[in-house]
């Protein structure tokens, strides 16, 4: 099974704060993903990674960022919260190949007041 | 664009069979997996098929055909831990997942 790990599990702030959501991955796999999810709505791809260094935004990337100094870590930062953003954020990751399996950490619940 | 359709929610008797049906249009085709997700949790690893017929794992099978943009995920001898939403991924032609927005399964005693 995968070991992926993400930081805090649940989070209650208020608008306007930055929020970092930590990502971390033993598997040493190169690529890892930001997902945002509403129950009940399919998964919708915020960046992604290819490895250390790379960074590219998926389709709804506009209001965060992410950085990829090393392997096993891909924090997601916002820079200002708003209440449109509270979610369910997935973090994965998976080797080099195109269709290599993704696997997931446990999800960090954002509710923005 | 591209689309996935999944039934938003099914409903099967415990022990029975149940067959969960995906249909896509993408732009290409690299393969489709097939993720269980339970309430509140992350989506886990189910399969993932690329070439035409059906492929079984234990009480899991999963059926493609590519040229009719089809694919199901069967699942037998059905148990309460079951119950979970299905989610249905595609693999377009730039190598992204696109996914559904899966299937409830709600399993009945």
């Known amino acids: 099974e995968a070991d992926i790990y993400q930081t805090p599990r649940y989070l209650v702030i208020g608008t306007g704060k930055k929020i970092t959501l930590e990502c971390s991955q033993t598997?040493?796999?190169?690529?890892m993903y930001w997902y945002q999810q509403d129950p009940g709505m399919e998964l919708h791809l915020i960046h992604y990674?290819?490895?250390?260094?790379?960074?590219e935004k998926g389709d709804l990337s506009s209001e965060s960022t992410v950085s990829r100094i090393r392997t096993e870590h891909f924090p997601l930062t916002l820079e200002s919260a708003r209440p449109s953003h509270t979610s369910q954020y997935l973090c994965?990751?998976?080797?080099?190949?195109?269709?290599?399996?993704?696997?997931f950490g446990p999800g960090t619940r954002l509710t923005v007041l | 664009g591209q689309n996935i359709d999944q039934p938003t929610e099914m409903t099967a008797t415990e022990g029975a069979i149940v067959q969960i049906n995906c249909t896509y249009q993408?732009?290409?085709?690299?393969?489709l997996f097939w993720y269980q997700q339970h309430a509140g949790e992350a989506p886990t690893f189910l399969s993932y098929?690329?070439l035409d017929g059906l492929e079984e794992k234990g009480r899991f099978s999963s059926f493609l055909s590519r040229s009719k943009g089809y694919s199901y995920l069967l699942l037998k001898e059905l148990q309460m831990k079951d119950s979970a939403s299905y989610l249905c991924a595609v693999v377009d032609s730039n190598y992204q997942l696109i996914w559904g927005a899966g299937t409830k399964l709600i399993i009945k005693p």
């Open positions: 993408t732009s290409g085709f690299n393969g």
């Open positions: 990674s290819y490895g250390v260094n790379s960074t």
């Open positions: 994965a990751s998976s080797a080099s190949g195109d269709t290599d399996t993704q696997y």
């Open positions: 098929n690329v």
């Open positions: 598997m040493g796999h190169d690529k």
